[in-house]
């Protein structure tokens, strides 16, 4: 749970979106277009609709000329080129009357229950033009240009959690098909990735006429959903410290699990080579401008370079082959080569881990127990947060910067102490300060006496005592490291969580936030009844003439 590791995370088949599909794969989900009212240059309204064993889900998209100065993916933005919500059960035309009103609006607009995610989109322009040209010459598109950008449109934010009046988390808590993390916005955007390709060959129809042709079914599968992710995202890690652990939790023990195993499952060395020339190919094909990422980039292709090497010669008759490997990659390879190397290693044994999806949400949150000595506090302290004991919070580097909320958009933000103002009003994420603080308060305090007392007359401490118990109890729900010191990257923290999601092809713009592409692959609405659900753990540019 230390910063350097978790800015190395890659997908697994545990993510969040590797396991919507599964779930939608086995229980035979039927897609259907319900509204797709759009003109010749694909401006109007559409709606997508899931149907699960018991109920229905519709994507609601509004799609809308969009001048070139106000074209932004910075939270900022006024008007994008789609706008969209994820529809508890089927909107009727009231529904979309009112949506269409304050869909586009997102953060200004109104919204229900009903309404269970917000979202918006701009295209990458470039992609989409090109795509609409040469199919309406009969063409398919460059795959050098299609390779390099991989998505037809970017989302900028996906809202939920009863943000600006959409539903609340418990509405959907204890639906099967939703009770997991977050697949309710990864519905959203599955959803949204089939419409930009319908949307795409539309607008082509109508350019072309009977001269253009569809888009190649591989290359449809190889175009996923882009995503700009800022630091919107970072604070709800520290914010979720039980959640966090579930998710980590599960990771950990599906890796346990497979290190274990004594033998290999039938089957699973061949699927593992496989996997591992595919994942190859797939970071081969992995360009960014950021000078450090590049280096890791490079790194991590000799790392599993080495690692085909040691596969190919490795005894798998020996006793627990998976954790030899698995030792050898820890002793060998960068970071970014043992998290790959770890999701190699779960990538064949599904039959053995993925019931731990299942308990990657968190139905509780962290709760204080007041009657804890001060004496069991501090040796809570010294065994979980050694790593905060050892910073000097009095050197101003180890304090240099702070998070806040922008009072225009209400969307977290990271500021310099020295140089910005509002430290006053930073966010409680400091947790290693506070923890510091709280041990130096009471290192001279009487031991036996309760916590309930010393809170009485340091209520200030609430938040933090709640926390070290939370994370005696959940081991990975402390991220260890100072969230404010002069050498932190938030990009780290939204790597870490947009591996969870599934994300993939990580593509830093700064150290505050990065693209990713999401789906990317991914069987499409046709293809779930005969496509392996999890064939797409590491997409890889198809050939296509």
């Not at 919507?20 to 009212?37: A, G, I, K, P, S």
């Not at 770890?342 to 968190?362: I, K, R, T, W, Y």
């Not at 962290?366 to 910073?391: C, G, K, N, Q």
């Not at 994420?429 to 809170?455: H, M, S, W, Y």
């Amino acid at each position: 749970m230390c910063l350097e590791r978790m800015g190395a995370s890659f997908q697994t088949r545990l993510s969040f979106m590797r396991t919507l599909v599964r779930r939608m794969t086995r229980e035979n989900w039927r897609f259907e277009q319900l509204r797709f009212d759009v003109d010749a240059d694909g401006y109007g309204v559409s709606v997508f609709c899931a149907h699960t064993p018991q109920r229905v889900y519709s994507l609601v998209v509004f799609t809308n000329e969009l001048a070139p100065e106000n074209r932004t993916d910075r939270v900022i933005a006024e008007a994008w080129d789609a706008t969209f919500n994820l529809f508890d059960g089927i909107p009727s035309d009231e529904d979309i009357e009112r949506l269409s009103v304050n869909t586009p609006k997102q953060e200004a607009g109104r919204f229900l229950p009903s309404e269970l995610s917000l979202a918006r989109a701009n295209k990458s322009l470039r992609l989409f033009e090109h795509i609409v040209e040469r199919l309406a010459n009969g063409l398919q598109p460059d795959m050098d240009l299609v390779s390099g950008v991989g998505y037809l449109m970017r989302t900028t934010a996906v809202y939920g959690s009863g943000k600006f009046g959409c539903a609340d988390r418990a509405k959907t808590a204890d639906r099967p098909e939703t009770q997991g993390a977050f697949q309710v916005e990864m519905l959203a955007v599955y959803l949204f990735r089939w419409f930009t390709i319908e949307l795409v060959e539309h607008v082509a129809r109508a350019r072309g006429s009977e001269g253009a042709v569809r888009l190649h079914d591989d290359i449809k599968r190889y175009l996923g959903i882009g995503n700009s992710t800022g630091l919107g995202m970072a604070p709800f890690l520290v914010k979720h410290p039980v959640l966090v652990h579930n998710w980590v939790n599960a990771r950990e023990s599906a890796l346990a699990r497979v290190r274990k195993l004594a033998s290999p499952v039938a089957g699973s060395v061949e699927a593992f080579c496989q996997n591992l020339a595919r994942a190859r190919d797939h970071i081969s094909e992995w360009a960014v401008e950021d000078r450090q990422q590049t280096d890791r980039i490079t790194q991590l292709r000799e790392d599993m370079v080495d690692l085909s090497s040691y596969a190919a010669t490795a005894d798998f008759e020996a006793t627990t082959p998976w954790n030899t490997l698995y030792q050898h990659a820890t002793e060998a390879y960068s970071h970014e080569g043992q998290e790959l190397t770890v999701s190699l290693l779960l990538e064949p044994h599904g039959d053995l881990v993925d019931d731990l999806a299942e308990q990657m949400f968190a139905a509780e949150g962290p709760a204080l127990e007041p009657a804890m000595t001060l004496e069991s506090l501090r040796e809570l302290i010294a065994t979980h947060y050694d790593w905060a004991l050892d910073v000097d919070f009095d050197a101003p580097l180890s304090q240099k910067n702070f998070w806040y909320y922008s009072e225009d958009k209400l969307e977290p933000r990271f500021g310099d102490r020295a140089t910005e103002p509002g430290a006053e009003r930073e966010m409680p994420l400091a947790i290693g300060r506070d923890v510091a603080r709280l041990a130096k308060t009471i290192q001279d305090e009487d031991g036996v006496e309760p916590i309930a007392n010393f809170l009485l007359r340091q209520p200030e401490f609430r938040h933090v005592i709640r926390r070290i118990q939370t994370v005696a109890r959940h081991p990975y729900a402390e991220i260890n490291d100072n969230l404010i010191g002069g050498d932190v990257r938030p990009l780290d923290l939204l790597r870490f969580k947009l591996a969870f999601f599934g994300a993939s092809k990580f593509d830093p713009k700064s150290d505050l936030w990065t693209r990713i592409s999401m789906y990317q692959g991914a069987p499409l609405p046709d293809d779930l009844a005969t496509m392996d659900p999890d064939a797409w753990a590491f997409p890889v540019r198809p050939e296509v003439a």
